[in-house]
C-alpha cells in the first residue's frame, strides 16, 4: 500500500521559514520525480518545486531564490525549505511522487500572515 506522509505546514508570519517533509512508502517501482505543488482558494494546483533522480531540480519563478527543495533517496523522502514567506505563499501544499505513476500526498496547509 502506497503512502505519503506530509509534515510541517502551519501558520506563520510573513518572513519566516516553514519546512515540509513528505515520507513515501510502498512504492514498488524505481521513483522518478517528487516534488511539491500548492494549490490557493479559486486558484490551480502549480508546481512549486520537483526534483529528479539525477539530481535535476526545477522551481516556479515565484519561488526561486527563497525555497530549496532536496531529497533522501535512501528514506524516499522529500523535503522544502521555504523561506522568505510571503502571504501570497498561503496555500494547501501537496508532495507528488512519480514512479510508474503519480502518487500524491493528502496536502499540509500553510499559512502566511501579513
Known amino acids: 500500500q502506497v503512502q505519503l506522509v506530509e509534515s510541517g505546514g502551519g501558520l506563520v508570519q510573513a518572513g519566516g521559514s516553514l519546512r515540509l517533509s513528505c515520507a513515501a512508502s510502498?512504492?514498488?517501482?524505481?521513483?522518478?520525480?517528487m516534488g511539491w505543488y500548492r494549490q490557493a482558494p479559486g486558484k490551480q494546483r502549480e508546481l512549486v518545486a520537483s526534483?529528479?533522480?539525477?539530481?535535476?531540480?526545477n522551481y516556479a519563478d515565484s519561488v526561486k531564490g527563497r525555497f530549496a527543495i532536496s531529497r533522501d533517496n535512501a528514506k524516499n523522502t522529500v523535503y522544502l525549505q521555504m523561506n522568505r514567506l510571503k502571504p501570497e505563499d498561503t496555500a494547501v501544499y501537496y508532495c507528488?511522487?512519480?514512479?510508474?505513476?503519480?502518487?500524491w500526498g493528502q496536502g499540509t496547509q500553510v499559512t502566511v500572515s501579513s
Open positions: 526534483s529528479s533522480s539525477g539530481g535535476s531540480t
Open positions: 507528488q511522487v512519480r514512479s510508474l505513476v503519480d502518487y
Open positions: 510502498g512504492i514498488i517501482f524505481g521513483i522518478r520525480t
